[in-house]
């Protein structure tokens, strides 16, 4: 079974915080990708990358940095948080070719800023 | 670019009933098309695809979709109904060209009442 874990449930931090949001996979994926889902918003896309150290901006990535040191790993930062940044994260990894386009989720952190 | 449409934010129907939740898409060229269901706090699980060949695919759960390129629509439907299948399900799409970009719809949300 794939795996993706994220590193926190849930999260409250203070206003002008620096975040850090942690996404490991275990099935080798090339893609990763972190998304935030606002109700009546669905998910939508912050950043994505299809490498190691590469990286590409989604439809929201102001406020948001990545890095991507491993294959395996994701971090998604948050350099000074706001209010305006409470939200579910998710991260999800899939393989870049091939007939399993699908991608595989992780729980979910929870994010409040105060 | 690519987009998604869920029309309805709730359906509601009677344990037992047939469900359908309803999905139509935008895609310049041939769309890969997916169904994840997403319980309380919790990731996005991935329920079924259609990638090609038959227009019916069935997924986990006894859910199935059927692919109508006329309509642009890719609706999920269940015979009968499950108080266990309450949850939000999401629409997403992706472009066969582009292997990054998935785009998912605003969510459905499903109550099965007994």
């Known amino acids: ?48 990358s299809y490498d190691v150290k590469m990286k590409e901006k989604g439809d929201i990535p102001e406020g948001y940095s990545v890095s991507r040191e491993k ?32 991608q595989y989720f992780g729980p979910g952190t929870r994010l409040t800023v105060t | 670019a690519q987009s998604v449409a869920q029309p309805e934010d709730q359906v509601n129907v009677a344990e037992g009933n047939p469900l ?9 060229g041939n769309p890969y098309l997916f169904w994840y269901v997403q319980y309380p706090n919790r990731g996005l699980q991935f329920l079924l695809k259609y990638i090609t060949g038959d227009n019916l695919v069935k997924g986990s759960y006894g859910f199935e979709a059927e692919f109508n390129k006329s309509q642009t629509s890719f609706h999920l439907k269940k015979p009968s109904a499950l108080v266990s299948d309450s949850a939000l399900y999401f629409c997403a799409v992706r472009d066969i060209r582009d292997n990054n970009d998935m785009r998912f719809g605003a969510g459905t949300r499903l109550t099965v009442k007994p």
């Open chain 1, 1 to 48: 079974d794939v795996k993706v874990t994220q590193s926190s449930r849930y999260l409250v931090k203070r206003t002008g915080e620096k975040v850090f949001l942690e996404c490991v996979q275990d099935m080798d994926h090339e893609n990763m990708f972190w998304y935030r889902q606002d109700p009546g918003l669905g998910l939508r896309l912050i950043y994505f």
């Open chain 1, 71 to 102: 294959k395996e790993r994701f971090s998604l930062i948050l350099e000074s948080a706001s209010t305006n940044q409470t939200s579910m994260y998710l991260c999800a990894s899939s393989f870049s070719s091939g007939l399993s386009y699908e």
């Open chain 2, 20 to 28: 359908t939740v309803k999905c139509t898409y935008s895609v310049s």
